[in-house]
Structures are given as C-alpha cells and as structure tokens.
C-alpha cells in the first residue's frame, strides 16, 4: 500500500480525534518543555558561576520530573490507543493489514514526535526566560539580565534524545497492542473500564485497606520530633498510598451494595439510577479515581511546604547568629586583641561579645537522666530520645544574648526549637540533679535542623563535670574517649562599613585561621538553598498539575463515550430528559468530588508530621505553616474546580452531541 496513502490516514485521524490527540501533544510538548528549561539550567554559565550548589539541586529535581512525566505520558498514551481500537478493528475489517497499521502508526509517531520536539524547545526556551528571572527573584539574585539565559544547544540535542527514545517506546507499546489482537477484541475492549473487583476480593481489599490507612493515619498524628518524622514519613506515606487505593477499590463499592439493600432508599426513582450506575462506574474507574486523589494529595503538601520554606526564610536568617556576626576561633593562641582592633579599624562596632559553647549529645533517660550516648549495638536506647545540645554558661548566655538571667546554684535554663522538651521541670545532669527554668522563646534559633536543647549552666565548673561525663565513641579505638570540646566565638553588631568589612572576610579568616559567620553571607545561602529547593517545588507542583489535568481530561472522555450509550438506553426505554440528566450529573459530580474531598482529608492527617519534618529548614513558626497549607488548599481546589469544569464541557459536548 502507498506511503501516500497511509499518510492520508494518518493526517485524517489526527483531525478525526483532535480533541484526545491535541491535549496528548501539548502536555506532552509541556512537560518535556520544563525537562528543557532544568537541562538548561543546569548547564548555565550564569548559575554554575553564583549559585555552585544549584545543578546539584537541579538534577535530582530532574530525575524526579522525568519520572513523573514518564508516568503520566504513558497513562495517556494507553488511553489515546484504547479510544482507537474501534478504528484500528474497522481498519482491519476493511481490508488493511497489520504492518499497514503499523506504518500508519509510524508516520503518526514521527508526526507527533517532530510537533513535541518543535513545542517543547521553543516553549522551554521562551518560558525558561520567566523561570530563569523566577529563580534569580527566589534566591534573591542581582543584577541579571534575559542575555544570562541564551539558548543551549547541548540541552535541546539532549531533550530531542528523551523525546525520540520516549516516542520509540511509545510506538512499540502501540503496536503491541494493535499486533496482539483480534478485530473482534479490539472492537469489545474499547469501552473497558478499568477491570472489575470480584466480592471476595472487596471484603480483603477494604480491611487491608482500613488497616493501611489507619496505620499511615496513626503514625502521622502520633509522630513527635523532627528526627522520628523523618523515619515516619515514608512509612506513612506508602500505608496512606496503599490504603486509599484498597478503600477505593473496595469501600465505595461495598457502600453502595449495602445502600442498594435498603429498599426504603435504593427504590426511589432518583436514587435507584444514580445508586446503581455510580456503583458501575466506581467498579470500573476505583484507580483512575484514586490516582488523581493521590495527585491531589500530593500537589497540596508539595506546594504547602514549598510555601511555607519561602515565607520562613527570613526566620531562619534571624536565628542562625546570635548577633549579626560571628566569629570562631579555631586556635587557642589568637591575637584577640589584635583582631578586634583590626575589626575596628574597617567598620564601626557596637561592641564585642564572647563566649564559650559546648555542643554534646546526649541520651534522655528514666527520670529525665541525661546519659551517655551508646554505640550501637551496646544497649537498648531509643534513637529518639537522643538529643543534642547546645551548652553555655549563664555570663556568656546574657553576654551574647543581651539578656540578665540568674540561676541557683541547683538551677539550669532550658530552651528548645521543639514543644517535645517543654515538660522538663527536673534533670539529672552529669550525676547531679537540677530544677529547670524553661522559656518558650528559641534561643537555639536555625542552628540546628534537628530537635535540639539550648542548656545554660551556672559555671564553668559545670561544663567541666560534662567534658570529663560525657565522652563519645570512638570507632577507631572502640572505646569511650572523644571528650566534647569548648568552642570560643566573637559576636558583634556592624552599625557603619558592613560592605567593607565583608570585603575583608576572606583576608582575615586566612590571616588569623578563624572562620567569621556573616549575616549578609547566610541569607546569600539560605535564599540559594530555600530557593533553589522551592523553584523545585514549583516545577514539580507543575508536572503533578499537567497529570492531573490529564487523568482528569481523559477520565471525562472516557465517562463520555460511555454514557453516550447509556444515555440512548435509558432514553429508549422511556426515561424523561430531565431524571437522565440529573442522574448523570449527579454520578459525575462524586465521581470526580471524592478525590478532592478525600485529599483535604489526608491532608488534613498529614498537617503534623509535615509541620515536623519542615523542622529540617528550622521552620517552627505553626501559624505560618497553617496559613500557608490555608492559601494552597484555596488555591488547590480552585485550580480543580477549574478543570473539572473545563473537562466537564468536553463530556457534557459528547453527551449532548448524541442527542441532537
């Protein structure tokens, strides 16, 4: 058969089908259009140069988004060729043979794959420029123009690769399918469900489902701790993934049969049609259903914690000095003197302020015992109860901290970056029992990333009784005797000649073997980091979005198709318009109602692990957390209100068409 020919086919199909070929392309043209704008990115002078830790960042972003997008190109790739299967059978009924099918698949592939290639590279490139200025805006980046992001041949020749390797895959997945089956069998499977769950599997699939649930339910609300949310999450994560997709399964369909055992409900003349074909439709859609309430899930924490790093930056700047700089001395024999004269002749201080800390780790025990870390293996303790601490005495707490604490000789003040510590009143440290004077104020600040305790002591004397108390394992020796060390630091405010006084940091770090902290220098990183993990937040959230749309769109095609029949049916046997159309809506409305009201479910679970875990960028602020997951569940489920309207029309165009 003629090349011409076959192209002729092919073109009339793409106009045949435009409403499932064109969103196909262009989602897919999307989201490898973000795979260019990361790829770009990465390779780009202007970032490699200021923002070293970046690519890193960027390429892990980048395995995930191809993932992703991966996942959801072969969703609805198998959905297009499920739509196509009474053509294909058509086509072979009349006269066309297999590998004519499959050359006319062919010159679709290297059609489609030609308009993505096209789509994505000038798409990726012309949004890129708004990402690139997007991401110099999140980590506060100057003086940029549009000419530090030009067009990288290397990303697009390595984009066109994923494209063509994607497409191959595409197509040898398409005529397998095609290949494998019968006229007949295409004919009869186009308007599969999904397939259906026998009853003996409902009952098992709706306790493991309860059970998995109920698990990842549990361990996020009894989670405490940054470190225990950390170990948590995943488990609870996969169990509340588990759980959502068995309760679909099984749940809703076990729900509705019972409703249909009770006559008084199921037999009025609105319930009995809208019962019966949302339990069809829950049979045959329980994944695709729970797929898009797990996209939900997903794009609200995502989005939320995304958030709530950006708007936590400057809490973190605040509290990673006590002051706005800090000095560390590494050696004991500095010239300080010296120093603080040289300090004073390149910016103006408010005034010097020293101190000495202790940073140890220590295992809380019975009765609030403050014990010795074991090695591994050596003993039972918890993981969990461990904690570090930072620890100084009470004049160099007032001294760095501006404050006028006074402490008994039996006294120690406590204060943590964690509630999980606020019930100390009595511990027993290095042998000795103390009273504990607690506050609610972080003195800790963003210093540790983890739960951690900020310990003042009276003296020295007590910091002594700890170095000799509390000594850590050493692999090496298999023995007791890494003794924690005093670290001495230099605190002070610049009020004239900051600029300068950066300028000299390096010199003087160098010149004196010191390492100076500057507030200046911790946000530039805090922004690049937060920023940088943020822009891949957004870029996710974006991907997860197009999946979204995508399911959504096609599972509105799907119900389309189907109830164009159904509609005929029930109107053949007498049915009025009015009863055939609000059982419909109705139907379509919880069908695709559920995921979203389910997802602010699980989000709502999930509130405080989450909060934990935000732990890690030492965001502790909990109304800052719950506005922000506020602002994204608004915005979440106006974005989805958004969809199912725009996919809505689709199907209600389709319903509508087989009527007219």
């Keep these: 058969m003629k090349i011409k020919l076959l192209s002729k086919l092919a073109l009339k199909n793409f106009k045949t089908l435009k409403h499932v070929m064109v969103p196909f392309i262009l989602a897919v043209s999307t989201m490898f259009a973000l795979e260019y704008i990361m790829l770009s ?67 679709e ?35 940029i123009r549009l000419m530090d992001y030009p067009f990288d041949i290397d990303s697009a020749i390595k984009l066109w690769m994923i494209i063509i390797v994607m497409m191959i895959v595409l197509y040898i997945m398409n005529i397998i399918t095609v290949t494998l089956q019968s006229p007949i069998k295409l004919m009869q499977t186009q308007y599969a469900g999904e397939k259906k769950t026998r009853q003996w599997l409902i009952i098992l699939l709706l306790v493991l489902g309860i059970i998995a649930l109920g698990y990842g339910y549990t361990t996020a609300l009894t989670t405490d701790g940054v470190m225990n949310a950390l170990m948590d999450i995943f488990k609870a994560v996969l169990a509340v993934l588990v759980g959502t997709y068995f309760l679909f399964m099984s749940l809703t369909i076990f729900f509705l049969q019972q409703i249909q055992k009770i006559s008084s409900i199921y037999y009025k003349k609105k319930n009995f049609f809208s019962i019966s074909g949302m339990l069809s439709r829950m049979k045959a859609n329980a994944i695709g259903i729970a797929s898009i309430t797990m996209l939900c899930t997903f794009l609200i924490v995502t989005l939320g914690m995304s958030l709530s790093a950006y708007r936590g930056i400057e ?14 001395f590494v050696n004991d024999d500095i010239q300080l003197e ?17 101190s000495e800390e202790l940073v140890v780790p220590f295992h809380i025990g019975e009765r609030n015992q403050f014990e010795q870390v074991r090695a591994p293996g050596e003993t039972n303790q918890s993981i969990e109860d461990n904690v570090y601490s930072v620890l100084m005495t009470e004049q160099d707490h007032n001294e760095v901290n501006d404050t006028k604490l006074k402490l008994k000789d039996n006294e120690i003040f406590i204060s943590s970056n964690t509630d999980k510590y606020q019930g100390l009143n009595k511990i027993i440290l290095a042998n000795n029992q103390y009273n504990v004077k607690t506050t609610k104020k972080n003195f800790l600040g963003s210093k540790f990333g983890i739960d951690g305790l900020y310990i003042v002591v009276k ?56 390492s100076i902290a500057n507030h200046k220098e911790i946000s530039k990183e805090l922004y690049e980091l937060n920023g940088g993990l943020i822009f891949i937040g957004i870029v996710v959230s974006i991907v ?21 029949l159904n509609y005929t049916i029930m ?31 699980h989000t709502a679970f ?55």
Aim: net charge positive.
């Design 41 to 107: 990115m990465m390779a780009n002078d202007y970032i490699n140069t200021r923002h070293k830790d970046l690519p890193q960042l960027m390429m892990y972003a980048n395995v995930l988004v191809t993932i992703l997008s991966v996942i959801f190109i072969l969703y609805a790739s198998q959905f297009v060729m499920k739509q196509r299967k009474k053509e294909f059978a058509l086509n072979m009924v009349l006269g066309l043979e297999k590998r004519h099918l499959r050359l006319m698949l062919l010159i």
């Design 109 to 143: 592939t290297l059609v489609q794959t030609f308009i993505i290639i096209v789509l994505s590279t000038i798409g990726g490139y012309l949004f890129g420029h708004l990402i690139f200025l997007m991401l110099n805006r999140l980590i506060q980046g100057s003086g």
């Design 315 to 328: 809490t973190q700047i605040d509290g990673a000095l006590f002051q706005e700089n800090e000095v560390s």
């Design 338 to 354: 010296k120093l603080q004269k040289e300090i004073e002749g390149i910016a103006t201080i408010d005034q010097f302020r020293m």
């Design 459 to 514: 003296d020295h004397s007590i910091l002594k009784k700890i170095i000799k108390e509390y000594k850590s394992y050493n692999p090496k020796t298999q023995e007791y005797d890494i003794s924690p060390t005093l670290s001495r630091s230099m605190h002070f405010n610049i009020t004239k000649g900051e600029d300068q006084f950066i300028g000299q940091i390096e010199r003087l770090e160098e010149e004196y073997g010191i």
């Design 544 to 564: 997860l979005l197009i999946g979204m749309f995508l399911i959504l769109y096609y599972k509105q095609l799907s119900e389309g198709y189907e109830d164009k």
């Design 571 to 601: 109107k053949q046997v007498g049915l009025p318009d009015n009863l055939i159309k609000s059982t419909i809506r109705k139907q379509v409305f919880w069908l695709f109602g559920l995921p979203i009201i389910v997802a602010l479910i």
């Design 606 to 660: 999930a509130n405080k692990i989450i909060y934990q875990l935000l732990g890690l960028l030492a965001i502790r602020d909990y109304w800052l957390f719950i506005t922000s997951y506020s602002i994204v569940i608004i915005l979440i489920v106006l974005i989805y209100l958004l969809m199912y309207w725009v996919t809505s029309h689709i199907y209600y165009k389709l319903i509508n068409k087989s009527n007219a």
